[in-house]
C-alpha cells in the first residue's frame, strides 16, 4: 500500500500543477493544452482504435528488434570475451562501430532497406546489439578462472562449458545489457517511425505535431513513456520470475 501511494501521489502532484499552469493563463493554451484536453485526445484515439493499432505496430517493430539485436550481442559477447580469436577479429570493429550514434544510420537504412519493417526493425537491432554485446563480453571475462577449473575436471565440451558455466555466470550481465537495450530499443522505436511510415506512436507523435494538435501529441507521447516503463518492469518481474537466484530491483 505504501508503494503505491509513493506512486501515485507524485503523479497527482504533477497533473495539479500542470492544470493550475494551463490555467493560470502564463502560457498559451494551444501550446501548453490541460490535462483535460490531453485526456479527451486520448479517449478520443482510444474510441477510433488508432491508439490500439499504433501501439501494437510499435510493439512489433521493438520486440523484433529487441530479440535480433539481443541474441546477436549475447552469441558474439560470449564469443569475444572468452575466445581470444573472435576477440581479435570482431572486438576491434564492434568498438569502432559503438560510439556511432544509431539515429545517424537511419537515412542509410532508408537507403538499404526501403521503408518497411525490415528498415525500422534493423535500426532498433543495430542500437540494442552493443549494449547487450558490452556486458556480455565484460561479463564473460569476469567468470573466476575456480568455476573454469571446476568445469574442466568434469567434462572436456568447450559446448557444455559455455551451456553450464559461463552462460549461467555471465547472465547478470546480459540481463542488466538487454534492459538497457529496452530503453534504446522505445528511442530507435521512435525515432525510426519518424521517416517513412504510417503506422506506430512515433508515427502517431510526428502527425499530430504537423497538425498542430499539441493535446494529441502529449497524450501519445505519455502512451510511449507508459508503455516503455511498463515493458521495463515486466520485464523486470519475469526475470525474478524465472531467474530465482538473481534478484533484481524494479527501480
Same mark, same amino acid.
Given at each position: 500500500?505504501?508503494?503505491?501511494?509513493?506512486?501515485?501521489?507524485?503523479?497527482?502532484?504533477?497533473?495539479?500543477?500542470?492544470?493550475?499552469?494551463?490555467?493560470?493563463?502564463?502560457?498559451?493554451?494551444?501550446?501548453?493544452?490541460?490535462?483535460?484536453?490531453?485526456?479527451?485526445?486520448?479517449?478520443?484515439?482510444?474510441?477510433?482504435?488508432?491508439?490500439?493499432?499504433?501501439?501494437?505496430?510499435?510493439?512489433?517493430?521493438?520486440?523484433?528488434?529487441? &530479440?535480433?539485436?539481443? /541474441?546477436?550481442? $549475447?552469441?558474439? !559477447?560470449?564469443? @569475444? *570475451?572468452?575466445?581470444?580469436? =573472435?576477440?581479435? +577479429? %570482431?572486438?576491434?570493429?564492434?568498438?569502432?562501430?559503438?560510439?556511432?550514434?544509431?539515429?545517424?544510420?537511419?537515412?542509410?537504412?532508408?537507403?538499404?532497406?526501403?521503408?518497411?519493417?525490415?528498415?525500422?526493425?534493423?535500426?532498433?537491432?543495430?542500437?540494442?546489439?552493443?549494449?547487450?554485446?558490452?556486458?556480455?563480453?565484460?561479463?564473460?571475462?569476469?567468470?573466476?578462472?575456480?568455476?573454469?577449473?571446476?568445469?574442466?575436471?568434469?567434462?572436456?565440451?568447450?559446448?557444455?562449458?559455455?551451456?553450464?558455466?559461463? &552462460?549461467?555466470?555471465? /547472465?547478470?550481465? $546480459?540481463?542488466? !545489457?538487454?534492459? @538497457? *537495450?529496452?530503453?534504446?530499443? =522505445?528511442?530507435? +522505436? %521512435?525515432?525510426?517511425?519518424?521517416?517513412?511510415?504510417?503506422?506506430?506512436?512515433?508515427?502517431?507523435?510526428?502527425?499530430?505535431?504537423?497538425?498542430?494538435?499539441?493535446?494529441?501529441?502529449?497524450?501519445?507521447?505519455?502512451?510511449?513513456?507508459?508503455?516503455?516503463?511498463?515493458?521495463?518492469?515486466?520485464?523486470?518481474?519475469?526475470?525474478?520470475?524465472?531467474?530465482?537466484?538473481?534478484?533484481?530491483?524494479?527501480?
Amino acid at each position: 500500500m505504501k508503494r503505491f501511494l509513493w506512486f501515485i501521489f507524485p503523479i497527482i502532484f504533477a497533473i495539479t500543477l500542470w492544470e493550475v499552469i494551463s490555467q493560470s493563463g502564463f502560457l498559451n493554451s494551444a501550446l501548453f493544452p490541460s490535462p483535460y484536453k490531453v485526456a479527451s485526445a486520448l479517449w478520443s484515439m482510444i474510441i477510433t482504435g488508432t491508439i490500439f493499432s499504433d501501439i501494437r505496430d510499435s510493439l512489433w517493430r521493438l520486440f523484433a528488434g529487441l &530479440f535480433l539485436g539481443s /541474441l546477436m550481442g $549475447i552469441f558474439l !559477447g560470449l564469443l @569475444t *570475451g572468452r575466445v581470444k580469436f =573472435f576477440a581479435s +577479429v %570482431f572486438s576491434p570493429l564492434i568498438q569502432l562501430l559503438r560510439p556511432l550514434p544509431a539515429v545517424a544510420i537511419i537515412p542509410l537504412v532508408i537507403v538499404w532497406f526501403g521503408i518497411d519493417d525490415g528498415a525500422k526493425i534493423f535500426s532498433i537491432s543495430f542500437a540494442v546489439f552493443f549494449p547487450v554485446w558490452i556486458n556480455a563480453h565484460v561479463g564473460a571475462q569476469q567468470i573466476p578462472r575456480a568455476f573454469l577449473w571446476s568445469a574442466k575436471l568434469l567434462t572436456r565440451s568447450t559446448i557444455k562449458t559455455f551451456r553450464n558455466v559461463i &552462460f549461467p555466470a555471465t /547472465l547478470p550481465f $546480459i540481463i542488466v !545489457g538487454v534492459r @538497457t *537495450g529496452i530503453a534504446i530499443g =522505445f528511442v530507435m +522505436v %521512435f525515432v525510426s517511425e519518424l521517416a517513412g511510415a504510417s503506422s506506430g506512436l512515433g508515427y502517431r507523435i510526428s502527425i499530430t505535431h504537423l497538425a498542430y494538435r499539441i493535446d494529441a501529441m502529449i497524450a501519445a507521447l505519455i502512451v510511449l513513456g507508459a508503455l516503455g516503463a511498463t515493458v521495463d518492469q515486466l520485464f523486470v518481474f519475469f526475470t525474478n520470475r524465472f531467474f530465482t537466484w538473481l534478484k533484481f530491483s524494479s527501480k
